[in-house]
């Protein structure tokens, strides 16, 4: 299982318990598409709400994004990332 910092993370939330609950950025975008085309099926608009939500937060891929993410959240070691 890859760890927590080689995983492409959406938002990062503490558990009571000192751990980190991860919302993986993949099944945020493809959850976020799904419920989006279901609003918009109503009106035959579904497939662009579909495109539209897996695309919302894509930046979010990039690595700067992702230390930002860590950082911001709190789950963030130097250490761990090859830094003095």
Not at 12 to 26: A, C, F, I, T, Y
Not at 46 to 72: F, M, T, V
């Given at each position: ?70 950082r911001s ?8 990332n090859g830094?003095?």
């Amino acid at each position: 299982m890859p760890s927590l910092h080689h995983k492409a993370v959406a938002h990062l939330r503490p558990n009571p318990d000192g751990s980190w609950e991860v919302h993986d950025l993949k099944d945020h975008l493809i959850h976020v598409a799904e419920r989006a085309a279901r609003f918009a099926d109503e009106f035959g608009n579904g497939d662009w709400l579909r495109a539209a939500g897996l695309l919302h937060d894509l930046g979010k891929y990039n690595p700067q994004w992702q230390e930002y993410i860590r950082r911001s959240n709190g789950d963030y070691s130097e250490e761990e990332n090859g830094q003095d």
